[in-house]
């Protein structure tokens, strides 16, 4: 499988995580999780190598911007209170753009690195990503342990918790 058809791949997978983050905010870190994972990893299996070729370089560092504009609104949406009614819109929000980039990078980016990198790299970076994608998402971190006092962090955790963008217009 060479890196265009792994990308695709998980493009699946963000696209079916997204519909279900917005029918259920507990979903979303699971969807934020992937979205951080493949950003990355598509940056360094991908697009380092795709800018690199000047007939890419535009369209390359165009997509790599919708990332970080993709960053800014999950991290908007990160600090947001989970059952206010505006949260899912955020995700809703969140998943509209995100699909447009994806299309993009399936129309456009990726028929335009098929024709512009050698077809045995495609593959060799595909195997790559597979496999540092794979291990990232296995990583389970050790559950924090339940018997901290946080008693004194209440107040100011619940208070950065509402500081999304319109969280405090009700
Ligand atoms: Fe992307
Ligand atoms: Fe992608």
């Given at each position: 499988?060479?890196?265009v058809d ?5 493009h699946?997978?963000?696209?079916t ?13 699971e969807?934020q ?10 940056e ?5 190598f795709?800018?690199?070729?000047a ?5 390359s560092?165009?997509a ?5 504009i ?10 947001f ?8 819109i955020?995700?809703?929000?969140l ?8 299309d993009e990078?399936?129309m ?9 990198l050698?077809?045995d790299?495609l593959v060799e ?15 389970k971190p050790?559950e924090?342990p339940?018997n ?14 509402g500081?999304?963008?319109g969280?405090l217009?009700?």
């Amino acid at each position: 499988m060479d890196i265009v058809d792994a990308l695709i791949e998980h493009h699946g997978v963000l696209r079916t995580l997204a519909q279900q983050a917005e029918a259920d905010p507990a979903l979303f870190e699971e969807y934020q999780r992937h979205l951080v994972v493949h950003h990355t990893m598509e940056e360094k299996y991908f697009y380092d190598f795709l800018e690199q070729v000047a007939s890419a370089r535009k369209d390359s560092l165009e997509a790599v911007n919708e990332h970080h504009i993709i960053e800014l609104i999950l991290k908007d949406a990160e600090d947001f209170p989970r059952d206010h009614e505006r949260f899912p819109i955020k995700v809703e929000g969140l998943g509209e753009y995100t699909a447009h980039h994806l299309d993009e990078e399936e129309m456009d980016i990726f028929p335009l690195g098929r024709q512009v990198l050698d077809p045995d790299d495609l593959v060799e970076l595909g195997k790559l990503f597979v496999e540092a994608k794979d291990r990232l998402l296995s990583v389970k971190p050790p559950e924090a342990p339940g018997n901290i006092d946080t008693s004194g962090n209440v107040a100011r955790r619940s208070a950065a918790r509402g500081l999304g963008i319109g969280s405090l217009k009700k």
